[in-house]
């Protein structure tokens, strides 16, 4: 299954380019179970601090939109609860690194979200000479999660946010293999817990003084 998809994405594109440096920039990581907010806080933050969000729930599903291998592929996993493969995000956030040498930052969104995922998303930013900054963790309860994703599936179209087993699913997956994410980075003291319940703006200006005090440092 994997190979498969690594075949579909280096065929359309994977692209090599030479790495440029920009010493200055400001990456984040926000950090959370689905539903925690992460898409909905993202917005209001690449707003106001002029980061590229690189979102790879939003790349996989304009892969799915596209009626494209990778994204019919992706679509069977997603509409389970699981995760795609490592190799086939990772080749979408090098290729979206590469095509943003102007950026100020990244805001990445839903990424990483294994350990491998980490690992890998070090040894990009390594290459221009950057790091994460920080891990912005929002903290939401269960049954709070399975209420909003319910709820925005009566809206969104999204098929993994019509059922309540898929959607228990997505958050087991995110215990068994995306909580191994903020281990990582606690190891280098850069992931700070956020209370994600509340009104987006309560959240977004908790989120907001947390990143003035990295970004002032
Ligand atoms: P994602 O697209 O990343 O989305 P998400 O986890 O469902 O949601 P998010 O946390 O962004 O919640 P949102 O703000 O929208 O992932 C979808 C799937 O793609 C994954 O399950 C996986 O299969 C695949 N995938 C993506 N990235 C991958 C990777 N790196 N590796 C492998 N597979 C990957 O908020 C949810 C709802 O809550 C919205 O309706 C919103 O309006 C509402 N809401 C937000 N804040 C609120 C608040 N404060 N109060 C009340 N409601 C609120």
Redesign the pocket.
Known sequence: MASKFVNGILGSSFIFVSFQSFKEMFNLILF???????????EKLMEKYGLKHL????L??SEIANKTVLGLE?KK??DQ??????E??IGMIQSALANHPEARGFLF??????KA?SEALDNLLSKYNAAINVVLA?NVSEE?LVK??L??GLT?G?S??SKEDVIRA?IA?YHNKTAAVADHYRKFDKVVLVH?????DD?FGALSAEIDKRSAA
Do not use: H, Y
């Open positions: 959370g179970p689905p539903g925690s907010g992460k898409g909905t806080q993202s979102s790879t729930g939003d996989l599903r992706a996993l997603m609860g699981q995760l795609v493969p490592d086939v995000v969104d839903g990424f990483p979200r294994t995922q929002l709070e909003r994703l709820n925005r969104s999204r993994d946010d997505r997956e994600g319940e509340g009104t987006v959240i």
